[in-house]
């Protein structure tokens, strides 16, 4: 597996305070991802990156931002927390060509009360 | 687990047994397949994948076989074992930008000893 982290690893927060996510991945992978996965709902693709500072939308991107200012790392960024974001968060890299394995991070438990 | 669906499909399996796991896909333009496995509280772990242009591959215990005609994909495992209870997913890839996947909902094993 392609060594990737995330922290934290759990998070409980309040409604409306902002939560930042870091990934960070040491295989100097192009590509990298954020999914959430809810039950019901499998995973589904938040934001990814295809290389220092080009980020585009994924499936379900409303309420959340993401950067990378570095190839290892990728932050997801929740302005205002929501009920409705909590979830468990994934992050996954791949190297860098079309049909490249996304290998995918422990995840983040994170709550919104 | 904790972090996967509570309504999951469930497949249950005597230790020794064979499993066929079946996902329907949903675009015909996919191009590239993936098979994932989940264990609790874990991210997921890539299992074996097949290209379009292939309608059958093989791993270690595993066997993907692919059918574009009627867009179906199954994993069979041999032999199942204990440490094989998880949650799997198929994914899709249409080699847009991005290196994007589409996740199926799971299903998940449990294997009886």
């Known amino acids: 597996d392609a060594g990737i982290t995330q922290s934290p690893r759990h998070k409980v927060t309040e409604t409306g305070t902002p939560v930042t996510l870091r990934c960070h991945q040491t295989?100097?992978?192009?590509?990298m991802y954020w999914y959430r996965q809810d039950p019901g709902h499998g995973l589904r693709l938040i934001h990814y990156?295809?290389?220092?500072?080009?980020?585009d939308k994924g499936e379900v991107s409303d309420g959340y931002s993401v950067s990378r200012s570095k190839t290892e790392d990728f932050l997801l960024t929740l302005e205002s927390a929501t009920s409705s974001q909590t979830s468990v968060y994934f992050c996954a890299s791949a190297s860098g060509t079309s049909t490249d394995t996304q290998y995918f991070g422990p995840g983040t438990r994170l709550t919104v009360l | 687990g904790e972090s996967v669906g509570l309504h999951l499909p469930t497949l249950s399996v005597q230790e020794g047994d064979n499993s066929i796991i079946n996902c329907a896909y949903s675009?015909?333009?996919?191009?590239?397949f993936i098979w994932y496995k989940q264990e609790s509280g874990k991210g997921p772990q890539f299992i074996i994948d097949i290209r379009s242009n292939m309608d059958k591959r093989q791993g270690q215990r595993v066997t993907v076989l692919l059918n574009k005609t009627v867009k179906h994909l199954s994993l069979q495992i041999a032999a199942t074992q204990p440490g094989d209870s998880a949650v799997y997913f198929c994914?899709?890839?249409?080699?847009?930008?991005?290196?994007?996947?589409?996740f199926g909902g799971g299903t998940r094993v449990l294997v009886k000893p």
């Open positions: 295989e100097n992978h192009r590509y």
């Open positions: 990156s295809y290389g220092v500072k080009d980020t």
């Open positions: 675009n015909s333009a996919s191009d590239y």
């Open positions: 994914a899709e890839n249409t080699l847009t930008a991005g290196n994007k996947l589409t």
